[in-house]
């Protein structure tokens, strides 16, 4: 299997994980949405769907997902001046700990 065949793979697996969990909550059926400070590179829901953590080169938050609306519960930014040393690649929540969420290396560390 190549990188892209592997790639492809991973994806697809978070994206079901991904639906399953939001078919399995409340919220399942209905279209949410957010204003960001800034763009996005990474999105990911956690297990039990009721918080979802937003990563990129000048964001880091996590938000709780609330009956009709997302509610920023903390912000991870560090730093005053945008650089690409605290830029995030892609995070991902723990797959059986909804408290524990993983962040990748900056994307010049690849």
Known sequence: MNETQKCFTKNMEKMSRVTTALSSNAISGRTMFCHLDAPANAISVCRDATQVV??????????????????????????????????????????????????LPPTEQW
Do not use: T
């Open 54 to 103: 937003v990563a990129g080169r000048n964001i880091f938050k996590i938000y709780a997902l609330e009956e009709e609306q997302f509610v920023e519960k903390l912000n991870l930014r560090v730093g005053r001046k945008p650089s690409l040393n605290f830029s995030c690649a892609d995070v991902m929540w723990h797959q059986m700990e909804e408290n524990l969420w993983l962040q």
